[in-house]
């Protein structure tokens, strides 16, 4: 299958994509397997978003990430160099950071690339599974911050919602974009279960609710980048 060098690269459109539909691609490595969610620019170079999937005993060669990389850890243990990163695991690895990633026992990810620039910007773990769930003021809804920085526009947090609560609101000035990490949320336009990515513009707004209850990933204000 030859790729499209383009992938929802109109940043001022909605995009949905649902990843438990779409079939594993093939990367530069033979043990290592992506869905892309949106590209802009060179196939292997771009700005883009992806689930990537590494078999059991699989590896990448070294390599560096120009414009930072981003990465949440779906299932498994991903691993490099500098450290082993279960499920749950968040990392925001910075202009001029280089690795070589492996999984002993396979990993899913969710990742974003090109998509952290600036040079001396702060490297970034959190264990989701560890960290302190906040308040956000709206009933049966909470908060747990990922990335926030004084000076740069994007913020990324989950937002976690028991069922029938006031959903969580898409409504930043610079764009905002989900993946859903567990349970199910709709709006007007469509129902979004677990692997359910959507990216809202600048100067769009919508909120999604949730019957069942769920958890999403949420990045915002970097779409007017």
Not at 18 to 37: D, I, N
Not at 48 to 53: F, G, K, L
Not at 57 to 73: A, T, Y
Not at 79 to 102: I, M, Q
Request: glycine residues 12%.
């Amino acid at each position: 299958m030859i790729e499209t060098p383009s992938l929802n690269a109109d940043f001022s459109a909605v995009a949905t994509v649902h990843t438990a539909a779409m079939e594993w691609q093939a990367s530069p490595s033979p043990t290592v397997w992506r869905k892309r969610l949106d590209l802009s620019g060179p196939a292997e170079a771009g700005r883009v978003t992806s689930v990537v999937r590494y078999d059991a005993n699989s590896s990448f060669s070294e390599h560096p990430h120009p414009e930072g990389e981003e990465i949440l850890v779906l299932d498994g243990v991903f691993s490099d160099e500098h450290g082993d990163y279960p499920a749950g695991s968040y990392l925001l690895n910075p202009e001029g950071f280089s690795h070589a990633p492996f999984s002993e026992k396979g990993c899913v990810l969710f990742v974003k690339l090109r998509q952290y620039p600036g040079l001396g910007r702060k490297q970034v773990k959190v264990d989701s599974t560890q960290a302190p769930w906040r308040e956000t003021g709206t009933p049966g809804v909470l908060d747990l911050l990922l990335y926030e920085e004084a000076g740069y526009p994007e913020a990324m947090r989950l937002v976690s919602c028991e069922p029938q609560s006031g959903g969580v609101a898409l409504d930043h000035p610079g764009g905002t974009e989900i993946f859903v990490l567990e349970g199910a949320f709709e709006d007007g336009a469509g129902h979004y279960v677990a692997g359910s990515w959507l990216r809202v513009p600048a100067g769009e707004a919508m909120t999604l609710q949730s019957e069942s209850g769920g958890t999403v990933y949420v990045k915002s204000g970097h779409l007017a980048l």
